[in-house]
């Protein structure tokens, strides 16, 4: 049954019927869990949600954070959710049993993390990113740095950030400055700046620990002369207590929405006494840095799919409620009005909706479940699943962000003026969604990721395997009369795929990498249409076999639900690919060769 927020059903659905997570606990790293285990995490990330996030939610935006003494001063209530996830568990959740972590499959996380999201998406944000932080350490860092930085980062006492951006780089890491100055002490003399990093100062917890990437001078020039350093705001001194380590927050942004989590901009080392620790080898920090940035990216297309359905359930509670109006069919006045979820175009606003917020936390589930399998599995099994989730990662975190966008535009529009107002959360979740095209690399990254690199990797080996995955999928879906319809048509839409990307390798060779990859973020549009589709088609299916085990009256329902989804997306969203895929077989070089005077 469907929360305020999320559907716990579907999530189980995904879980055991789709994916079966349960076949994951025959590997030796997932063995201690089990089907009981698993509910029972589920059930307490639903308490906790309904009890400390969603309580706040409105709180976390009206009140955002301040900077003032020294620190910035966020809701009180921060403190406590990082104390109950440090002790709970929560934090170190998918980490080794050796340094405190629990083991627990990420696609049980992801689960985890997209009720969280839904009910108060500012809020988890805290935990998820000293979990990302710990990870590097843990993977990367000497034993020193382990024993020192992850058991505080794990209890929710310390902070952990991602700090990367700067004044003058922007998106481009290539032109970092901050640098780190070796010493015969066995740490770096940091100094800089950076920007825009969430949570990176905070009373809420005790300290903050920056993963933060920085140049060791006399290194290469570009991305293979970026390291990895631990820096914390207080480092430990000589008597074992905390002293500063000259790292200030030096503002606080004021944002659009997302407004419960603080953006930070920092100023390292003015006073010339900030100590970084490296991790791991100098000049690796970048590859160092993109496990966590791809965790991370993943959780944005989460966080994203999760706020959209908080506001598509939100929208389905309303248009039930809300009498308006009568059918085109229906002149007589006296009647009573129909509620609003009656009316054909309310339904097709709502199946957007499901259709966007359940595809995309599909693909988020695919996506988990690759990352599971390459944990435990060896040789070329492990290496094809790490190339699936490294193609699919641009689509996984810009689908739900962009479509996501476009599903709480039309949640709102099911409410009408109301929806406008703050007397319902979709303004908020509205203002809280335009953040996910931006951080963790824009829209436009990802496209020229995904067509400058992805489908090319190991000679396209990883395209190779992407497609054999959709085939397989729509060769089981041929065999069932009721998706054969749709397995055909997805079919025609992988063939155009293919045209398409070969059609722009050949402009690579022939008119140059820009005009190769001036449009990438149509054809990163065109793969995430198609990608969602396939997810649909799985669903489809499973939703089709469930149905003949004669199942109770509410699953039928649901099962249902998920077949009309199913359609809705091949037949409104599917044939998008059609204009898509148009623009990108022609042969004008508009963007490039136009002179951007032009514009004015």
């Known amino acids: 049954m469907a929360s305020k927020f999320v559907s716990k059903r579907n999530l189980e659905f995904l879980l055991y019927e789709v994916f079966d997570i349960l076949a994951l606990t025959k590997y030796e790293h997932y063995q201690a869990h089990d089907r009981q285990m698993f509910d029972m995490v589920m059930n307490t990330s639903l308490k906790m949600a309904e009890e400390s996030f969603l309580p706040i939610l409105a709180e976390m935006d009206r009140n955002p954070p301040e900077l003032g003494g020294g620190t910035i001063k966020v809701h009180p209530n921060i403190r406590k959710i990082m104390r109950d996830f440090g002790e709970g568990g929560w934090i170190g959740s ?27 998406y500012s809020a988890g944000v805290y ?38 951006t700067e004044p003058q780089a922007g998106s481009s890491l290539t032109d970092i400055v901050t ?9 770096y003399k940091m100094k800089g700046r950076k920007i825009f990093i969430s949570a990176a100062d905070h009373d809420g917890v005790d300290n903050i620990i920056h993963l933060m990437l920085a140049k060791i001078p006399g290194g290469p020039l570009g991305v293979k002369g970026i390291s990895l350093f631990v820096v914390p705001k207080k ?33 390292i080392g003015e006073n010339g006494d900030c100590r970084g620790y490296l991790v791991g080898e100098a000049h690796q920090g970048l590859r160092y840095m993109f496990q966590m940035m791809n965790e991370a990216r993943l959780g944005v297309g989460m966080g994203a799919a999760a706020i959209a359905s908080a506001a598509y359930y939100t929208a389905l509670d309303y248009t039930r409620e809300r009498p308006q109006g009568r059918k085109p069919n229906e002149k007589d006045p006296s009647k009573p009005q129909t509620p609003i979820i009656e009316h054909a175009d309310v ?38 699943h790490e190339l699936l ?29 109301y929806g406008y107002c703050d007397d319902f959360p979709i303004e908020q979740y509205y203002r809280d969604a335009r953040i996910h095209p931006i951080h963790e690399g824009t829209t436009a990254i990802h496209g020229m990721d995904l067509l400058g690199r992805k489908v090319n990797i190991q000679d396209g080996a990883a395209f190779r395997l992407y497609l054999a995955e ?12 009721e998706t054969k319809p749709f397995a055909d048509q997805l079919n025609a839409a992988l063939d155009t795929l293919q045209q398409v990307t070969t059609h722009l390798q050949g402009l690579s060779k022939s008119a140059g990498t820009e005009r190769y990859l001036a449009d990438a973020t149509l054809y ?51 044939p998008k690919t059609l204009g898509l895929s148009a623009v990108l077989m022609g042969d004008n070089p508009l963007t490039v060769e136009m002179d951007s005077k032009y514009l004015a």
Not at 179 to 184: L, N, R, V
Not at 470 to 481: D, H, K, N
Request: proline share 4%.
């Open 127 to 164: 935990p998820g990113l000293s979990k990302g932080a710990a990870g590097l350490i843990i993977n990367f860092g000497s034993q020193e740095l382990i024993d020192t930085y992850v058991p505080k980062l794990l209890s929710g006492e310390w902070q952990g950030t991602m700090a990367l």
């Open 347 to 384: 339904k097709r606003m709502l199946l957007f909706q499901k259709a966007v917020v359940e595809g995309s936390l599909s693909l988020i589930m695919q996506c988990s479940e690759y990352a599971d399998l390459a944990k435990v599995e060896t040789g070329e099994a492990k290496a094809n």
């Open 179 to 187: 640098a780190a100055e070796p010493t015969e002490h066995g740490y």
């Open 470 to 481: 959709v085939r397989g999928a729509t060769e089981r879906a041929q065999s069932i009369a």
């Open 235 to 267: 480092r430990i001194g000589e008597d074992g207590k905390l002293v500063s380590n000259d790292v200030a927050a030096s503002e606080v942004y004021h944002k659009l929405g997302y407004r419960g989590a603080p953006i930070v901009g920092l100023s």
């Open 94 to 120: 998918i980490h080794p049993e050796a340094v405190g972590g629990f083991q627990l499959p990420l696609m049980m996380d992801n689960a985890c993390n997209f009720i969280f999201s839904a009910a108060n």
């Open 389 to 417: 989730l490294d193609i699919l990662t641009p689509i996984a975190k810009t689908y739900p962000s962009e479509m996501g966008i476009q599903s709480v535009s039309q949640s709102l529009q099911c409410l009408g003026g």
């Open 524 to 574: 990163l549009e065109l793969f995430g249409i198609l990608t969602i589709a396939w997810q649909w088609l799985v669903q489809g299916m499973a939703a089709q076999a469930a149905l003949r085990k004669s199942p109770s009256a509410s699953d039928v329902d649901f099962y249902q639900g998920k077949l009309f989804a199913m359609q809705y997306f091949f037949r409104y969203e599917l």
